[in-house]
């Protein structure tokens, strides 16, 4: 049976904004329909709006392009929440049951409910994720249809502050007239698309090098446990690399030319170059160890410091820097590898699932589930309709009988209509009107009216 309908992921990152378009068929798989990127230029800062304008018109833009690419018209589109304050926070919360009683789904469901709507001062509540169940103090992972007295509930909650969703609504749904189907947290969507369910048992970090910020999520015995980002990023090196007496756009690709960490980063260019890859790579190794010391002391705060069996998986652009996989081992002493969608969920598009920049976007597509086609409402054709004439007064033999036409009650000359048989009436009064002027003033009135309808 053919499919109809599809779905739609936007993603606003610092150094570029994706739009995916997608269908989903019976198994959840997804087809790639079309992707269009666009610069963000600084219109989005550390993962956030931040210039709503300029935001606005480079979402309209990438909407544009994926129409035209797609012959599709967008109505709705999901959209990923990220930004430098998101973070999980654990939320626990017991209901007493009053004795033995079994344990439902809608009682599971209530409290779910209940800790979405828990707001912390200051935040935002944007999801609530890997909840853990137990059951008179006993965790159980399918506590449905159980008997207990007390049920308690611990869950992750991803804060973060309330302009992050109140610029996108604003860029969106007010100035792009797209309705928002959902926000999507973007590092969960990511850990779905990109992580193995044995890794998240095992224990892993997640770590996504973007260009704003640098964001680790802990798995452990399959649920996310831990998720904070840090305010630095690949743009941050490259402003680093700027201080070296070179432009932005220099910067940036010379970073992505010639940079590297760790052993390795010094090697010179085979071509020549009148860059100094020796000075370029120690200011990126700088900012790099910056980095990863604060992920380290990230990791022993979460407390699974040496718990991670399954190691460190790594996506995101600015994780293409070269070296920098071995450059991690060397300093977490943990196995690193290169993280990618995995094909189980996507179909196509292996340019898009081999690219660590695209994990977030193509993980949006997971957890949606709207058709996001615009519906076009029919449109009324009025010139065809058919219009009333005012008799032709060459025809009738009988001119004193010929009425004016009937004006619609909303019509604007309404008052000026009904003010000329009155005047028409005091100079029939006095004297006659001549057959020619009473036919002139017919015709003159229809042709007025035509002329507004048409």
């Given at each position: 049976?053919?499919?109809?309908?599809?779905?739609?992921?936007?993603?606003?990152?610092?150094?570029?904004?994706?739009?995916?378009?997608?269908?989903?068929?019976?198994?959840?798989?997804?087809?790639?329909?079309?992707?269009?990127?666009?610069?963000?230029?600084?219109?989005?800062?550390?993962?956030?709006?931040?210039?709503?304008?300029?935001?606005?018109?480079?979402?309209?833009?990438?909407?544009?392009?994926?129409?035209?690419?797609?012959?599709?018209?967008?109505?709705?589109?999901?959209?990923?929440?990220?930004?430098?304050?998101?973070?999980?926070?654990?939320?626990?919360?017991?209901?007493?049951?009053?004795?033995?009683?079994?344990?439902?789904?809608?009682?599971?469901?209530?409290?779910?409910?209940?800790?979405?709507?828990?707001?912390?001062?200051?935040?935002?509540?944007?999801?609530?994720?890997?909840?853990?169940?137990?059951?008179?103090?006993?965790?159980?992972?399918?506590?449905?249809?159980?008997?207990?007295?007390?049920?308690?509930?611990?869950?992750?909650?991803?804060?973060?502050?309330?302009?992050?969703?109140?610029?996108?609504?604003r860029c969106l749904t007010e100035k792009n007239q797209l309705d928002i189907a959902g926000y999507i947290v973007g590092p969960v969507a990511a850990g779905a698309v990109?992580?193995?369910?044995?890794?998240?048992?095992?224990?892993?970090?997640?770590?996504?090098?973007?260009?704003?910020?640098?964001?680790?999520?802990?798995?452990?015995?399959?649920?996310?446990?831990?998720?904070?980002?840090?305010?630095?990023?690949?743009?941050?090196?490259?402003?680093?690399?700027?201080?070296?007496?070179?432009?932005?756009?220099?910067?940036?690709?010379?970073?992505?030319?010639?940079?590297?960490?760790?052993?390795?980063?010094?090697?010179?260019?085979?071509?020549?170059?009148?860059?100094?890859?020796?000075?370029?790579?120690?200011?990126?190794?700088?900012?790099?160890?910056?980095?990863?010391?604060?992920?380290?002391?990230?990791?022993?705060?979460?407390?699974?410091?040496?718990?991670?069996?399954?190691?460190?998986?790594?996506?995101?652009?600015?994780?293409?820097?070269?070296?920098?996989?071995?450059?991690?081992?060397?300093?977490?002493?943990?196995?690193?590898?290169?993280?990618?969608?995995?094909?189980?969920?996507?179909?196509?598009?292996?340019?898009?699932?081999?690219?660590?920049?695209?994990?977030?976007?193509?993980?949006?597509?997971?957890?949606?589930?709207?058709?996001?086609?615009?519906?076009?409402?029919?449109?009324?054709?009025?010139?065809?309709?058919?219009?009333?004439?005012?008799?032709?007064?060459?025809?009738?033999?009988?001119?004193?009988?010929?009425?004016?036409?009937?004006?619609?009650?909303?019509?604007?000359?309404?008052?000026?209509?009904?003010?000329?048989?009155?005047?028409?009436k005091k100079k029939k009064e006095k004297k006659g009107p001549g057959l020619f002027d009473f036919f002139g003033k017919i015709q003159n009135f229809g042709g007025t009216?035509?002329?507004?309808?048409?």
């Open positions: 049976m053919e499919q109809t309908g599809f779905i739609v992921g936007i993603d606003l990152g610092t150094s570029k904004i994706v739009g995916l378009m997608g269908r989903k068929n019976e198994q959840g798989v997804i087809s790639i329909l079309a992707s269009e990127s666009i610069p963000s230029d600084n219109c989005v800062k550390h993962g956030v709006v931040y210039n709503i304008d300029e935001a606005t018109g480079k979402i309209k833009k990438l909407i544009n392009l994926l129409e035209n690419k797609s012959g599709r018209k967008i109505g709705k589109v999901y959209v990923s929440i990220a930004g430098k304050s998101l973070r999980a926070i654990e939320y626990t919360m017991t209901r007493d049951l009053g004795g033995e009683s079994d344990v439902t789904f809608a009682i599971i469901d209530q409290m779910e409910q209940q800790a979405r709507q828990n707001k912390p001062e200051f935040l935002t509540n944007y999801s609530v994720v890997a909840p853990e169940i137990f059951l008179d103090g006993q965790y159980d992972p399918d506590p449905i249809n159980k008997t207990a007295s007390v049920i308690e509930g611990r869950y992750r909650l991803i804060v973060g502050r309330p302009n992050i969703k109140s610029n996108l609504n990109v992580l193995d369910e044995s890794d998240k048992q095992a224990g892993c970090a997640l770590i996504d090098f973007g260009a704003g910020t640098t964001t680790l999520s802990i798995y452990k015995g399959g649920l996310l446990r831990y998720m904070v980002v840090i305010p630095f990023g690949g743009r941050t090196i490259s402003k680093d690399v700027k201080e070296l007496g070179f432009i932005d756009t220099a910067a940036e690709s010379y970073k992505i030319k010639y940079g590297r960490v760790g052993k390795d980063k010094n090697k010179q260019p085979s071509a020549n170059s009148d860059v100094d890859v020796k000075e370029l790579n120690k200011v990126i190794q700088l900012r790099e160890e910056e980095i990863v010391l604060n992920l380290i002391n990230q990791i022993k705060e979460s407390g699974y410091f040496g718990q991670l069996e399954a190691g460190v998986v790594i996506i995101g652009g600015a994780s293409q820097l070269t070296g920098l996989p071995e450059f991690l081992e060397e300093k977490l002493q943990m196995p690193v590898k290169k993280g990618a969608a995995k094909r189980l969920y996507i179909n196509n598009a292996a340019d898009l699932m081999q690219n660590p920049a695209y994990a977030q976007a193509l993980g949006l597509l997971l957890f949606a589930n709207e058709n996001c086609e615009k519906k076009e409402t029919p449109k009324v054709d009025i010139i065809n309709q058919p219009v009333e004439t005012a008799p032709d007064p060459t025809v009738s033999k009988h001119p004193e009988k010929v009425e004016a036409p009937e004006m619609d009650d909303d019509d604007d000359e309404d008052e000026e209509y009904e003010e000329r048989p009155k005047k028409n009216m035509f002329k507004d309808e048409d």
